[in-house]
């Protein structure tokens, strides 16, 4: 069975909101990936509700990639704390950490008109969204800021 790298981190150590680097890879024609930990809030302390992670998870898919170039994927962890985002290419914290604080701060300014993806045709539980949710959070992670370092804060 595989070892897998985030079940090695100790989730009582850390001090969210952070970026973490969670893996680097190579595939088998030379190219790199960067896998990303977005933790938003404190592992076993607190969890976003699900309706306001589905409407995150709808505005970074949007969002992120103006800040972020080859983003592969942004997908919420299932513990509801974070999200994880795989990209191309060796990455920095420093990067992923502006990228996805300036995402927060467009659905800080956003209104349900901006929300793509809500219509049933589009979304596998169109009903579960709360942009109302997804601001909240989003502003207490804002006033947090993302700490470069997961265990302890720092901003530089
Ligand atoms: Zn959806």
């Known amino acids: 069975m595989a070892k897998v790298e985030s079940f090695s981190l100790d989730h009582d150590a850390v001090k969210a909101p952070y970026v973490r680097i969670a893996g680097a890879e190579e595939g088998p024609n030379g190219d790199r990936i960067t896998k990303f930990d977005l933790r938003f809030v404190q592992p076993n302390q607190a969890a976003i ?10 505005l970074i898919a949007a969002y992120i990639r103006d ?23 060796e990455r920095t914290v420093a990067e992923a950490a502006d990228a996805i604080t300036k995402t927060l701060e467009d659905i800080m300014k956003s209104t349900w008109d901006d929300v793509q993806g809500t219509e049933r045709q589009q979304c596998g539980n169109y009903r579960d969204h709360s942009l109302w949710g997804a601001q909240a959070y989003a502003q207490e992670i804002l006033a947090q800021g993302f700490s470069l370092d997961a265990f302890e804060r720092q901003f530089s």
Not at 75 to 80: A, I, L, N
């Open 49 to 58: 509700p699900t309706s306001a992670l589905h409407t995150m998870e709808h």
């Open 67 to 89: 800040y972020m170039d080859n983003v592969i994927d942004v997908s919420p962890m299932g513990c509801r704390t974070g999200f994880y985002m795989i990209c191309w290419g």
